[in-house]
């Protein structure tokens, strides 16, 4: 029951672009394509994952072992760069095309604030863990909810984005200006299913 809460809260309740406001570069910079937008959508969730897995092993074998909290920020920017050069290389090597079609994008991920944002979250503990004792399976569950949700947000918008670009936009709102809207209705949109994860809990108590 408490993984079915997490995974609701992730994806729906506290999506991490739409209600959280994390990710926004590759949000708006990879979501003119659904295409692009799922291929951003898949390295994102891999990286998220992997680097949460191995940052919660540093938070707690290394940094709190030897009292060196104070250096969790560079020492997961530092895991969270190394795993997206990996990612980088893969996909270098089995879809070129892909690779192209992210261009900068693809270096961005080092600095997405939505990776290391979950990374540190998960690290201090101080996520949603609906009831459960905050710990590697939940916080690794939490991650994946939490890629599958910005994956969501980020195809969503590609493909409305997409429409607009068929249709005929208002020279003044053409662009950058009608997708920040877009992405104003979507968050708003997302708000509703603010209540969900309670119905639920109080349905399964």
Known sequence: ???????????????????????ICPFLGVSKKVETAMGMGAAVAFVLVIATLVTYLIQLYVL?????????????????AALVQMVEIVLKKVSP?????????LPLI???????????????????????EPGLASGVWFALCT??????????????REQLARMDVPKGMQGMAIALVVAGLLSMAFMGFSGVNNGLSKLFE
Do not use: K, R
């Open 1 to 23: 029951m408490a993984f079915l809460l997490i995974f609701i809260t992730a994806i729906f309740v506290n999506n991490i672009v739409l209600s959280q406001f994390l990710g």
């Open 64 to 80: 709190e072992a030897f009292h060196l909290e104070y250096l969790q920020t560079i020492a997961f920017i530092l895991v969270i």
């Open 97 to 105: 095309a892909l690779y192209q079609a992210l261009g900068v994008f």
């Open 110 to 132: 080092t600095t997405n604030c939505c990776i290391l944002g979950v990374a540190i979250l998960v690290g201090n503990g101080t996520y949603d863990a609906a009831g459960m």
């Open 147 to 160: 890629a599958f949700g910005f994956a969501l947000a980020l195809v969503v918008f590609a493909g409305i």
